[in-house]
């Protein structure tokens, strides 16, 4: 078994635990480094882990365990009856956090809140690219600019957002962690001495934790922030320890070295279980993995090509090998958990000489093909490399040749967005508001393409149906056309739809307070651990 293997203690780990003696620390054995802590432009669980659930706050946030939108550095807000316009009060005296880099002189106003929309929305904005090669996925993919007509400082704490039409999720996107608030002052600070790429490796936010330091690829330090709008956390120093290997961060887990850890691998799920020290919680995950088709690339531009390959791929057969009970074969992009689920959809059916016909008959033969398979466990797939090693084998048995290949976490997701990506592509999804939208807009709309849309797909009619749907608050309205969306999604398969997972949350019984999330985030507000 995995945790029977030598324990493996990194030399960093015995600094980490040791600490003031009278400050509570919290230590999570994370699962990756995050690129950098500026959450704009940022789409993967762990930088947000890192940035935008310690640092930053947003207008708007999801209520602990659920997707009900709550005050955040907004206190309230109207929305006009036509839900076009929507008025945010900002609260009074929050305070952005105090670092050796930059000393604030007023407090988080309207003006920071326009900036944190303006650098990502007005290409000529000189924050639109202030990082070499950055794109803003979440704002650019949800076609954030497309929706929003005008952003107006009312007064000092009063702000208007105007859209172009009704936007039904608008609110809950404004929840999610591109939105979060930065500081104007600071970035102004740094662009006068010519330094602005600072802002993604010296954050400053008003969030619950601000940065101590981060030792590349092994810890990230953080303390609580004591002026924090909504009180001092429990937890004094909370630190990140960084440990790729599920069954490392399983075996630090065990002997005390971490008390919380994501993503255990399936394996070890039961010895977790049954340690008498450990606590194991469990949801159901707002979650898909999948294998995106390059849809502009020769053959996977056929679609009974791509038909052929997932037909080939006994799906069961993987969720049985690598989810092991804790997943569930996907026949659609959202999860059964999701409203507006079409559970009439029918999936393709594994038939290797149905597979092996329809190559034929497309005159396709003697194709080699690359293979993805992401370098990290993920809460949608927790071994992509397995997932890979038995689609090469059952794409072995209809005559395709699969290469497996893989890049660090970071540059895996750059270079799949590549519009000449080469082979398919492992990838998967956590929902971010708990609409669907989030999945079909975000996912596979037109504005998606080299942002978030891997299979670099663009239907007219598929499109036409999700912005409708997003253009609707008639929530059965918005069902019936998501319902046709995921039939036509099926037929044309950019994708191969692989699992939905649970998720599992191991954790020392002396953490107290924490609440899983079903967007599958990690929080560490009010979070507390025993003496």
């Known amino acids: 078994m995995k945790l029977m293997k030598t324990l493996m203690v990194a030399t960093a780990m015995t600094a980490v635990v040791v600490g003031t003696a009278q400050a509570k620390q919290l230590v999570y054995c994370s699962e990756a480094s995050p690129s950098h802590f500026d959450p704009g432009p940022q789409t993967g669980g762990n930088d947000f882990d890192a940035s935008a659930h310690t640092i930053y706050d947003r207008l708007v946030e999801f209520a602990p365990g659920s997707t009900e939108v709550v005050p955040g550095l907004a206190e309230s807000w109207e929305v006009s009856a036509d839900g076009l316009e929507y008025t945010f009060k900002l609260r009074s005296g929050v305070k952005f956090h105090t670092q050796p880099y930059f000393t604030p002189t007023r407090d988080m106003n309207a003006d920071d809140v326009i900036f944190s929309f303006e650098r990502q929305w007005k290409q000529d904005n000189p924050w639109y690219e202030y990082l070499p090669g950055m794109t803003w996925d979440y704002f650019q993919g949800m076609d954030m ?31 999610m962690q591109f939105a979060s608030v930065v500081s104007k002052e600071y970035a102004d600070q740094l662009a006068a001495s010519g330094d602005m790429a600072s802002f993604s490796t010296q954050p400053v936010g008003t969030g619950p934790f601000q940065l101590v330091d981060y030792q590349l690829d092994s810890v990230i330090r953080y303390q609580a922030f004591p002026d924090y709008f909504a009180g001092k956390q429990p937890i004094d120093d909370l630190i990140f320890a960084i440990t790729t290997d599920a069954s490392v961060r399983a ?104 597979a092996k016909k329809l190559l034929e008959e497309a005159g396709v033969t003697g194709l080699t093909t690359d293979l993805w398979a992401m370098p990290v466990s993920r809460p949608y797939n927790p071994n992509a490399q397995r997932v890979a090693e038995l689609i090469q084998a059952d794409w072995a048995a209809i005559g395709v040749t699969a290469n497996i290949i893989s890049y660090e976490w970071t540059e895996y997701r750059e270079r799949g967005k590549l519009e000449d990506r080469k082979g398919p592509f492992q990838i998967g999804w956590s929902g971010d508001n708990g609409d669907p939208d989030n999945f079909f807009g975000t996912l596979f709309s037109c504005a998606a393409i080299g942002v978030s849309n891997y299979a670099s797909w663009c239907n007219e009619e598929f499109e036409a149906l999700i912005q409708k749907a997003k253009a609707t608050t008639d929530q059965a309205e918005r069902t019936a056309l998501y319902e046709q969306a995921q039939v036509l999604f099926k037929q044309e398969e950019p994708v191969l739809t692989l699992a939905h997972s649970k998720v599992f949350m191991p954790m020392n019984k002396k953490v107290l307070n924490y609440t899983m999330s079903p967007l599958g985030t990690h929080s560490f507000v009010g979070v507390d651990v025993a003496e």
Do not use: H
Not at 154 to 173: C, I, Q, R, S
Not at 333 to 341: D, E, F, H, N, V
């Open 145 to 175: 600019p497309g929706a929003i007509k005008s952003l107006e400082k009312v007064d000092d704490l009063t702000v208007k957002l105007t859209l172009n039409e009704a936007n039904a999720p608008m609110l809950a996107n404004l929840a």
């Open 251 to 354: 075996q630090r887990l065990i002997a005390g070295e971490c008390d919380i850890m994501p993503y255990p691998a399936p394996a070890d799920i039961p010895t977790l279980q049954g340690n008498d020290k450990l606590t194991v919680r469990e949801a159901e995950g707002l979650n898909i993995g999948y294998m995106a088709y390059n849809t502009t690339e020769a053959p996977f531009d056929n679609v009974n090509v791509r038909k052929a390959l997932s037909m080939a791929v006994d799906k069961q057969a993987i969720v049985d090998a690598v989810y092991e009970g804790a997943g569930q074969v996907a026949k659609n992009l959202i999860p059964p958990t999701m409203w507006s689920y079409n559970n009439a959809v029918v999936d393709d059916v594994y038939d290797p000489e149905a």
